[in-house]
Nanobody
Framework: QVHLAESGGGLVQAGGSLSLSCTAS????????VGWFRQAPGKERELVAGINWAGSNTYYVDSVRGRFAISRDNARNTAFLRMDSLKPEDTAVYYC???????????????????WGQGTQVTVSS
């Protein structure tokens, strides 16, 4: 049974940092690209950061580039999202998702992603 579990969310002050983890089981993690999405109240879900299956290519939405860093450890079936210099507008539920994609390009369309976690809340206070 496929399972993605996010952890590491919480409440932090503006300017602070959080690290999210996404641990996968039930499928061949190394064959999948991983995306971190977020959805704020009243807004559509967006891809924040993505990493291809090998960890050799990444994607960041403009609003987080330079502040967030995505990585993965295929031996541990885990992906990470390090978030620094957090802003109140980063407040959202963060989801990790897996895309069966062994190409070099990280896909942005959430409909390409096959498996999803339950999400973890990140709240940044001003």
């Amino acid at each position: 049974q496929v399972h993605l579990a996010e952890s590491g969310g919480g409440l932090v002050q503006a300017g602070g940092s959080l690290s999210l983890s996404c641990t996968a089981s039930g499928y061949s993690f190394a064959m999948y690209a991983v995306g971190w999405f977020r959805q704020a109240p009243g807004k559509e879900r967006e891809l924040v950061a993505g990493i291809n299956w090998a960890g050799s290519n990444t994607y960041y939405v403009d609003s987080v580039r330079g502040r967030f860093a995505i990585s993965r450890d295929n031996a541990r079936n885990t992906a990470f999202l390090r978030m620094d210099s957090l802003k109140p507008e980063d407040t959202a539920v963060y989801y990790c998702a897996a895309d069966l994609n062994m190409g070099s390009v990280v896909r942005v369309d959430q409909n390409e992603y096959d498996y999803w976690g339950q999400g973890t809340q990140v709240t940044v206070s001003s």
